[in-house]
């Protein structure tokens, strides 16, 4: 079975043989989580770094800014039996546009943002295919826990 | 190179806009205008007269009473929003046609439009400099030269841009020009000139990568590129240009915006994208595609 994640939201699979993909990954960031043992993984599709720009909808949407996201992304999975020592992250995602000043760097920001609070979290980044100009899509495999990234008709595994 | 003679053919073969719309999006942008002026063009159209009051009465307004005149339902929606949502309604079938040429999917050049548009819609939100209304309306159609160039384009055309992008380290439209001889924003421009738009709108469609352009820099066209910038950073319709576009943050100073608005004007897009779609879907009419 396919789980589709769509901006601004997170999936988790915990069926061996399913997977989890998202689309459209511009300036926005696609974390992936496998546990290897429990065979749980997922996921999240965020659009920004913080939320302090707009707590409002931060509280509408916690998926929306890395911040609130990530967290409850790594609650969500403990509880579906996920241990977070066991947890094999990978990243993709964070592209930009030709801006010489950075005013508009939201790719960036956002794959920093992915990296420090990870690292806050005790959880280093095993994988990452980030930056560029272009669009990506992301897959995770329940089962193997492989990660493969889609862009300009090419497939690359993470 | 793609013959002009061709393309111009191909404009010409869109069908026309009720009059009605580009006058509507004149008395927008002229200062020396009211609402009453405008009430009065929309009350001159049947069709636009019925959709106003509709749009007006939709659950996404909610309105305590039911609204009966338009200038009740005017002064509810805003002039802007009038524009826009007919403008929509009459384009929305034909930006949903697929884009092969730039490869964009069925739908993807609509969505990257309707994202665009309301992103200079909420831009008033944030920015200290007054978004003109008929913003909204040349941002939903910034990227409809890509309509009529994609059916021009053939494979080895496509080959050569992304050459060229990578050879000479070109944005997108640049490259088009190189390869085409023309960009899709000029050709946007000849589209918003054929249905007889004013000035402002054919400059912020034909200009809409070029803001800093000497001639031409108005808060109008700094919005419609910020907002493209927008639908691009959220990974809207991306097709084959990516995000191989310049984002001018000369652009962004001018509207007053800082990169923490610019990230909030980002997320109420994502937020206010749900809603704007089901206007959209309500004032949706036919055009037909034009024919190669």
């Given at each position: 079975?396919?789980h589709t994640?769509?901006?601004?939201d997170?999936?988790?699979?915990?069926t061996?043989g399913?997977?989890?993909?998202?689309?459209?990954?511009?300036?926005?960031?696609g974390?992936?989580?496998?546990?290897?043992?429990?065979?749980v993984?997922g996921?999240?599709h965020f659009?920004?770094?913080?939320?302090?720009v707009?707590?409002?909808?931060?509280?509408?949407?916690?998926?929306?800014f890395?911040?609130t996201?990530i967290?409850?992304?790594?609650e969500a999975a403990?509880?579906?039996?996920?241990v977070?020592?066991?947890l094999?992250v990978?990243?993709?995602?964070?592209?930009?546009?030709?801006?010489a000043k950075g005013?508009?760097?939201?790719?960036?920001?956002?794959?920093?943002?992915a990296?420090?609070?990870?690292?806050?979290?005790?959880?280093?980044i095993a994988?990452e295919?980030v930056?560029?100009m272009?669009?990506?899509?992301?897959?995770?495999?329940?089962g193997?826990?492989?990660?493969w990234?889609?862009s300009?008709?090419?497939?690359?595994?993470? | 190179?793609?013959?002009?003679?061709?393309?111009?053919?191909s404009v010409?073969k869109l069908d026309?806009m009720p009059i009605?719309?580009?006058k509507?999006?004149e008395?927008?942008?002229?200062?020396?205008?009211?609402l009453?002026d405008?009430v009065?063009?929309?009350?001159y159209?049947a069709?636009?007269?019925?959709n106003?009051l509709?749009?007006?009465n939709?659950?996404?307004y909610?309105p305590?009473?039911?609204?009966?005149?338009v200038?009740?339902?005017m002064?509810?929606?805003?002039?802007?929003?009038?524009?826009?949502?007919?403008?929509?309604g009459?384009?929305?079938?034909?930006?949903?046609s697929?884009?092969?040429g730039?490869?964009l999917?069925?739908k993807e050049?609509?969505n990257?439009?309707?994202?665009?548009a309301?992103?200079a819609?909420?831009?008033?939100?944030?920015?200290?400099?007054?978004?003109p209304?008929?913003?909204?309306?040349?941002?939903?159609?910034?990227?409809?030269g890509?309509?009529i160039?994609?059916?021009?384009?053939?494979g080895?055309m496509?080959?050569?841009?992304?050459?060229?992008?990578?050879?000479e380290n070109?944005?997108?439209f640049?490259a088009?020009?190189v390869?085409?001889?023309v960009?899709?924003?000029?050709?946007?421009?000849v589209?918003?000139k054929r249905?007889?738009?004013?000035?402002i709108?054919?400059d912020?469609?034909r200009l809409?990568h070029?803001p800093d352009d000497e001639?031409?820099?108005s808060?109008?066209?700094?919005a419609v590129?910020?907002?493209?910038v927008v639908?691009?950073?959220?990974?809207?319709?991306m097709?084959?240009e990516?995000m191989n576009?310049?984002?001018?943050?000369n652009s962004?100073?001018?509207?007053?915006l800082t990169?923490?608005k610019?990230?909030?004007l980002?997320a109420?897009?994502m937020?206010g994208?749900?809603m704007?779609?089901?206007?959209?879907?309500?004032a949706k009419?036919?055009l037909?595609?034009?024919?190669?």
């Amino acid at each position: 079975m396919h789980h589709t994640v769509g901006s601004a939201d997170m999936k988790l699979a915990t069926t061996v043989g399913d997977i989890v993909v998202t689309h459209a990954l511009g300036s926005c960031v696609g974390v992936a989580i496998y546990d290897p043992v429990a065979h749980v993984g997922g996921i999240l599709h965020f659009v920004l770094p913080h939320s302090s720009v707009d707590p409002g909808n931060a509280a509408k949407n916690v998926w929306m800014f890395a911040d609130t996201a990530i967290p409850k992304f790594l609650e969500a999975a403990c509880e579906e039996g996920a241990v977070k020592a066991r947890l094999i992250v990978k990243v993709a995602g964070g592209a930009h546009l030709l801006d010489a000043k950075g005013f508009f760097a939201i790719g960036r920001r956002n794959q920093l943002a992915a990296r420090k609070i990870l690292w806050q979290d005790g959880i280093m980044i095993a994988a990452e295919d980030v930056g560029g100009m272009v669009s990506r899509s992301l897959f995770l495999e329940i089962g193997d826990g492989k990660v493969w990234v889609q862009s300009e008709g090419k497939e690359v595994p993470l | 190179m793609i013959s002009l003679a061709v393309l111009s053919e191909s404009v010409d073969k869109l069908d026309p806009m009720p009059i009605s719309l580009p006058k509507l999006a004149e008395a927008l942008s002229d200062t020396g205008s009211n609402l009453q002026d405008m009430v009065r063009i929309v009350e001159y159209d049947a069709a636009l007269t019925a959709n106003t009051l509709r749009w007006a009465n939709s659950a996404a307004y909610a309105p305590r009473h039911p609204i009966m005149t338009v200038r009740d339902a005017m002064m509810r929606l805003g002039a802007g929003r009038v524009l826009q949502l007919a403008v929509g309604g009459r384009v929305k079938t034909l930006l949903e046609s697929p884009c092969p040429g730039y490869d964009l999917g069925e739908k993807e050049l609509w969505n990257h439009s309707v994202t665009a548009a309301l992103g200079a819609d909420l831009l008033s939100g944030f920015a200290t400099q007054p978004i003109p209304p008929v913003a909204f309306t040349a941002a939903l159609l910034h990227d409809i030269g890509k309509l009529i160039i994609s059916r021009h384009i053939n494979g080895e055309m496509h080959r050569q841009i992304v050459d060229v992008v990578e050879r000479e380290n070109l944005p997108f439209f640049e490259a088009e020009r190189v390869v085409l001889g023309v960009s899709h924003a000029e050709i946007g421009g000849v589209v918003a000139k054929r249905w007889s738009f004013p000035d402002i709108l054919v400059d912020c469609i034909r200009l809409h990568h070029d803001p800093d352009d000497e001639s031409h820099v108005s808060p109008a066209l700094d919005a419609v590129h910020v907002s493209n910038v927008v639908a691009k950073t959220l990974g809207v319709g991306m097709g084959s240009e990516q995000m191989n576009m310049v984002a001018c943050a000369n652009s962004a100073r001018r509207l007053g915006l800082t990169p923490e608005k610019f990230e909030a004007l980002c997320a109420s897009v994502m937020t206010g994208l749900p809603m704007i779609e089901e206007l959209f879907d309500g004032a949706k009419s036919r055009l037909r595609a034009p024919v190669p």
